[in-house]
T-cell receptor
Framework: DTGVSQNPRHKITKRGQNVTFRCDPI?????LYWYRQTLGQGPEFLTY????????KSRLLSDRFSAERPKGSFSTLEIQRTEQGDSAMYLC????????????FGPGTRLTVL | QQQVKQSPQSLIVQKGGISIINCAYE??????FPWYQQFPGKGPALLIA?????SEKKEGRFTISFNKSAKQFSLHIMDSQPGDSATYFC????????????FGEGTQLTVNP
């Protein structure tokens, strides 16, 4: 399978705990995006990387959120001190920079904060 | 500020009918307009996309109509099938903003057999 993969697929945690999600993009794609999707809504942009550089962060990305892409390949999204409002589907997408024709999405990580 | 507005929120059509979903945008800098299909528990999958230099694009049963002056675009699904039952999202992107996508609120389509 050469698509975008995300792990874990589901995460249940208690309020106040830290969680980390991983995204593996399509191998030749140098641009990687994180989105958040709540029930009944469209995905909302959080941040994106070109290679290892984080180029933009949404105002939705509070200080409790941090994303990294240390070697320009996989990326991690960490949420510290989770809150119930963080419960959502976290989606990763990748693309080759300069090609806006198709942003490929992974299956997402569904986070439930109890 | 909601930059892409989508309607209707839900749509029920009979098998063989035409499904039409509409979107309107505000940012005239958008230069890429994709439609995504999403099934429960899955990530969005690209269905069809258009750029503002054309007014219509057709791929199989799916057609995008684009009206640049009205800042509107729509998805038409011809000969709708029960397997088309899913949530559809329009989106808009801008290369100068890193191609991040702004999505509409989604339309839940149900095609009855």
């Amino acid at each position: 399978d050469t698509g975008v993969s995300q792990n874990p697929r589901h995460k249940i945690t208690k309020r106040g705990q830290n969680v980390t999600f991983r995204c593996d993009p399509i191998s030749e794609h140098n641009r990687l995006y994180w989105y958040r999707q709540t029930l009944g809504q469209g995905p909302e942009f959080l941040t994106y990387f070109q290679n290892e550089a984080q180029l933009e962060k949404s105002r939705l990305l509070s200080d409790r959120f941090s994303a990294e892409r240390p070697k320009g390949s996989f990326s991690t999204l960490e949420i510290q001190r989770t809150e119930q409002g963080d419960s959502a589907m976290y989606l990763c997408a990748s693309i080759r920079a300069g090609n806006t024709d198709t942003q490929y999405f992974g299956p997402g990580t569904r986070l439930t904060v109890l | 500020q909601q930059q892409v507005k989508q309607s209707p929120q839900s749509l029920i059509v009979q098998k063989g009918g035409i499904s039409i979903i509409n979107c309107a945008y505000e940012n005239t800098a958008f230069d890429y307009f994709p439609w995504y299909q999403q099934f429960p528990g899955k990530g969005p999958a690209l269905l069809i996309a258009i750029r503002p230099d054309v007014s219509e694009k057709k791929e199989g049963r799916f057609t995008i109509s684009f009206n640049k002056s009205a800042k509107q675009f729509s998805l038409h699904i011809m000969d709708s099938q029960p397997g088309d039952s899913a949530t559809y999202f329009c989106a808009a992107g801008e290369e100068t903003s890193g191609s991040r996508l702004t999505f509409g609120e989604g339309t839940q389509l149900t095609v009855n057999p």
